[in-house]
């Protein structure tokens, strides 16, 4: 058989477990079981299956993991330049979080805190409200500037040497690039949400490349998965190897969904200002946005929402579950919320708090924010899996590509096999002309 019927025979395999319902977590084996017979065309699986029915939701993971840099990145999606590179290692594949879920063994690899609790997002062993004591990094965070000082403090300390993160556009604040960040500056540059995708994970390759360890990588659910998987893929190459022996600490951020950079350009026409005016976008029920006159503004997250990103109906992951801490900016305005889930985790944060770099507050003094996280998470996880899911041309079709309202099957009680498109939304009513008023009335 040659490598071409031999891929499209795996990719058969694959298509027999998904449709008949397999357990999801066997449906590696398609690939798994050729590792030992010289392997196939990833590559050609992977873009089939996921880049070109625009199921990737962007994580690098098949990107950063290459041995042998097949791919380049542009829009958020992995383009196979150099694809008669390939060696057929299958990485890029088993890498992917969208081709299958991440493996029933990682919670025992990730090493969890012990006594663990799962309430239904993820397994932690406590949490709490969180925030910077350093004015600076108070002010600069998004919410409580956790993330920064727990970054700022291991640089300190010695136990992380640079982060896989991201810097914000000069131009367009809300869009942000990865980065490697290696200094106090480029840390506190980075601070705060860009609500459009940022791609951290790509600056792996230039941490792997210059040997640089410790590391922490900070990123959204969709990229602490695509991280886990590369650390403990069951394809022990080197690459796997490094990362799996040099990052440290993995931060996660909550996350809904993201948006695209359209939803800037609308933002800016709607406020009539330019792009770089506006200094930060918080999503707390309503987009509350910061402008650089020191003007703030607010807007629907109905109108905002018609912006959020498609590819994140292929997402299933809320509270970044496989992460050391996961971090989120619900429950408490200039706090950020707080779950401690791994040993690495719990040392990261012990040594934050020893050092009164943040104080906190316990969750029960507003569980409106523990209650909310649970209820966001069982509402993404319920979702079925992307390979279940239809395509983004199928979506076209049926004129809906919200990523939050686009299918159904996560009521209670329902499962993948009951997902099913919902019609297109109705046509707008046109609004009726009112009579404008009298001067004055409307005050
Ligand atoms: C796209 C997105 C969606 C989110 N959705 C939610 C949500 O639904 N509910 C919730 O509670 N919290 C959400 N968050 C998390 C929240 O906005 C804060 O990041 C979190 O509370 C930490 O705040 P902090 O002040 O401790 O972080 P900071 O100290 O300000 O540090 C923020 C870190 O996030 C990184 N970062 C900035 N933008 C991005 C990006 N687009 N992608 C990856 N990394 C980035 C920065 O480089 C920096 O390292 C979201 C964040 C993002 C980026
Ligand atoms: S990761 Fe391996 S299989 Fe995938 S494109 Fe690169 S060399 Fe080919
Ligand atoms: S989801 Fe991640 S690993 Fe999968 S194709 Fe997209 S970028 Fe690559
Ligand atoms: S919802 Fe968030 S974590 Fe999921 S794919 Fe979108 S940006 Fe990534």
Same mark, same amino acid.
């Given at each position: 058989?040659?490598?071409?019927?031999?891929?499209?025979?795996?990719?058969?395999?694959?298509?027999?477990?998904?449709?008949?319902?397999?357990?999801?977590?066997?449906?590696?084996?398609?690939?798994?079981?050729?590792?030992?017979?010289?392997?196939?065309?990833?590559?050609?699986?992977?873009?089939?299956?996921?880049?070109?029915?625009?199921?990737?939701?962007?994580?690098?993971?098949?990107?950063?993991?290459?041995?042998?840099?097949?791919?380049?990145?542009?829009?958020?999606?992995?383009?196979?330049?150099?694809?008669?590179?390939?060696?057929?290692?299958?990485?890029?594949?088993?890498?992917?979080?969208?081709?299958?879920?991440?493996?029933?063994?990682?919670?025992?690899?990730?090493?969890?805190?012990?006594?663990?609790?799962?309430?239904?997002?993820?397994?932690?062993?406590?949490?709490?409200?969180?925030?910077?004591?350093?004015?600076?990094?108070?002010?600069?965070?998004?919410?409580?500037?956790?993330?920064?000082?727990? #970054?700022?403090?291991?640089?300190?300390?010695?136990?992380?040497?640079?982060?896989?993160?991201?810097? /914000?556009?000069?131009?367009?604040?809300?869009?942000?690039?990865?980065?490697?960040?290696?200094?106090?500056?480029?840390? #506190?540059?980075?601070?705060?949400?860009?609500?459009?995708?940022?791609?951290?994970?790509?600056?792996?390759?230039?941490?792997?490349?210059?040997?640089?360890?410790?590391?922490?990588?900070?990123?959204?659910?969709?990229?602490?998965?695509?991280?886990?998987?590369?650390?403990?893929?069951?394809?022990?190459?080197?690459?796997?190897?490094?990362?799996?022996?040099?990052?440290?600490?993995?931060?996660?951020?909550?996350?809904?969904?993201?948006?695209?950079?359209?939803?800037?350009?609308?933002?800016?026409?709607?406020?009539?200002?330019?792009?770089?005016?506006?200094?930060?976008?918080?999503?707390?029920?309503?987009?509350?946005?910061?402008?650089?006159?020191?003007? /703030?503004?607010?807007?629907?997250?109905?109108?905002?929402?018609?912006?959020?990103?498609?590819?994140?109906?292929?997402?299933?992951?809320?509270?970044?579950?496989?992460?050391?801490?996961?971090?989120?900016?619900?429950?408490?305005?200039?706090?950020?919320?707080?779950?401690?889930?791994?040993?690495?985790?719990?040392?990261?944060?012990?040594?934050?708090?020893?050092?009164?770099?943040?104080?906190?507050?316990?969750?029960?003094?507003?569980? #409106?924010?523990?209650?909310?996280?649970?209820?966001?998470?069982?509402?993404?996880?319920?979702?079925?899996?992307?390979?279940?899911?239809?395509?983004?041309?199928?979506?076209?079709?049926?004129?809906?590509?919200?990523?939050?309202?686009?299918?159904?099957?996560?009521?209670?009680?329902?499962?993948?096999?009951?997902?099913?498109?919902?019609?297109?939304?109705?046509?707008?009513?046109?609004?009726?002309?009112?009579?404008?008023?009298?001067?004055?009335?409307?005050?």
């Amino acid at each position: 058989m040659d490598l071409d019927e031999l891929t499209k025979e795996v990719q058969g395999r694959y298509h027999r477990l998904v449709d008949q319902g397999s357990d999801p977590n066997e449906w590696a084996y398609a690939w798994r079981s050729e590792y030992n017979r010289g392997g196939f065309k990833a590559v050609d699986l992977l873009m089939e299956e996921v880049v070109d029915p625009k199921k990737c939701i962007g994580c690098a993971a098949c990107v950063t993991i290459c041995p042998v840099d097949v791919f380049d990145y542009e829009e958020e999606v992995p383009l196979d330049t150099r694809h008669d590179a390939c060696v057929f290692c299958e990485l890029c594949v088993d890498v992917c979080p969208v081709l299958r879920p991440v493996d029933n063994d990682l919670k025992d690899q990730i090493e969890l805190k012990e006594p663990v609790k799962d309430e239904g997002f993820g397994p932690y062993a406590y949490g709490v409200y969180a925030r910077a004591t350093d004015k600076a990094m108070l002010e600069q965070g998004q919410d409580g500037g956790v993330c920064t000082a727990l #970054i700022l403090h291991g640089m300190q300390n010695g136990t992380i040497k640079a982060t896989v993160a991201g810097e /914000e556009h000069s131009e367009n604040p809300q869009m942000g690039s990865s980065m490697l960040q290696q200094t106090k500056e480029e840390v #506190i540059k980075g601070a705060r949400s860009r609500y459009t995708y940022q791609p951290n994970t790509l600056a792996l390759v230039e941490a792997m490349k210059k040997d640089i360890s410790p590391l922490a990588v900070v990123g959204v659910p969709c990229q602490v998965n695509g991280v886990r998987q590369q650390q403990f893929s069951s394809i022990r190459l080197d690459v796997a190897e490094w990362y799996s022996k040099n990052i440290s600490l993995v931060i996660g951020l909550l996350c809904s969904e993201s948006f695209t950079e359209k939803g800037i350009d609308w933002l800016a026409e709607d406020l009539e200002v330019p792009k770089k005016d506006i200094m930060n976008i918080n999503i707390k029920g309503r987009v509350e946005i910061k402008l650089r006159d020191g003007r /703030e503004e607010v807007k629907s997250l109905k109108a905002f929402g018609k912006y959020a990103r498609p590819a994140c109906l292929y997402c299933a992951d809320y509270a970044a579950d496989n992460s050391d801490i996961a971090l989120g900016g619900i429950g408490l305005d200039k706090w950020t919320i707080t779950f401690i889930r791994t040993e690495a985790g719990h040392k990261a944060w012990q040594a934050l708090v020893a050092d009164g770099w943040v104080e906190t507050k316990e969750l029960d003094e507003h569980p #409106i924010g523990k209650d909310l996280v649970k209820r966001l998470s069982e509402y993404k996880r319920n979702r079925p899996l992307p390979a279940l899911m239809p395509s983004y041309s199928e979506r076209e079709k049926i004129g809906n590509l919200d990523p939050k309202n686009y299918y159904r099957g996560w009521e209670e009680g329902s499962d993948a096999k009951n997902w099913v498109p919902l019609p297109p939304p109705p046509p707008k009513k046109k609004k009726k002309k009112i009579a404008a008023k009298p001067e004055g009335e409307n005050k």
